[in-house]
């Protein structure tokens, strides 16, 4: 087998992914040293790498921009566009779903930076993506959870501002849990929360789960109160209790009143 022959098979063996045990049987056998075997592989390696350069570095170079503008999008969605869909009951799933995306998209578009360049093209076509390796991204994930959180909170308010109603309604439940510290033990953050009975100017009845503070729900909160709230007349779901400020205290500890 004449030399050109050696390189031009070589090349295709690189070409088709051969075992690199495959790869060195061969070398081994058609070079007559280490200098030949050098030159061969060496001259192989540049053929395979001229014919990736014709289309890799513009493959590569689009896919890591269609992940960038994948972050852009799915970030420009879960902080501007889906938050104003009067999406009540559903924004901390949503905030954790956009978050997962934007990591995803981040992380995908992190693995193909720079894979456009001769000296990446010279030992990979594509990224090895370690999925293993996102968990650096739990940070940022957790980060853009309170975000599009604080986002959808903010939407909720200003779409409830924008087609307010004012009623009365009636605490008909409650309830307070509390989450335990996973370090060192004692107690964590209690979090209270009340059944609300309201009727819009429609006739119809909606119960509303809202959170309160410890002291209102301690002091001033029980089965039975009238409230003043205001909710949106596009999604009664959205709801506002007003006005607690002017409740009075109660003597006691009422949170047992609640499971009558």
């Known amino acids: 087998m004449l030399k050109e022959e050696k390189i031009s098979a070589l090349a295709q063996m690189f070409r088709s992914d051969a075992y690199e045990f495959e790869i060195e049987n061969f070398i081994k056998a058609n070079t007559v040293d280490d200098d030949d075997a050098k030159d061969i592989t060496e001259r192989a390696r540049k053929i395979v790498l001229q014919e990736k350069l014709k289309y ?73 993506i370690q999925y293993s390796f996102s968990i650096i991204f739990l940070i940022p994930c957790f980060i853009l959870v309170y975000v599009f959180s604080k986002k959808f909170d903010y939407a909720e308010n200003e779409l409830l501002q924008a087609s307010k109603i004012q009623t009365v309604g009636t605490v008909i439940s409650g ?28 006739g119809k009845e909606f119960i509303v789960t809202k959170e309160i503070g410890s002291y209102d729900y301690t002091r001033k909160f029980y089965k039975g109160l009238n409230v003043d709230l205001i909710y949106s007349k596009n999604n009664p779901k959205n709801m506002q209790l007003i006005n607690l400020e002017s409740l009075p205290e109660q003597p006691i500890d009422f949170e047992s009143i609640y499971r009558q």
């Open 175 to 202: 309830n307070s849990t509390e989450y335990k510290r996973l370090l060192r033990g004692g107690s964590g953050v209690k979090t209270n929360k009340v059944n609300v009975k309201f009727v819009t100017k429609e």
């Open 56 to 128: 890799l570095p513009k493959r590569n170079l689009i896919i890591f921009s269609a992940w960038t503008i994948g972050v852009i999008v799915s970030f420009y969605l879960f902080n501007s566009v889906i938050p104003y869909q009067d999406v009540v009951g559903y924004t901390t799933l949503l905030s954790i779903i956009g978050a997962i995306i934007v990591c995803f998209c981040i992380l995908h578009a992190y693995a193909y930076f720079e894979t456009w360049t001769i000296d990446f093209l010279k030992t990979m076509d594509k990224p090895n």
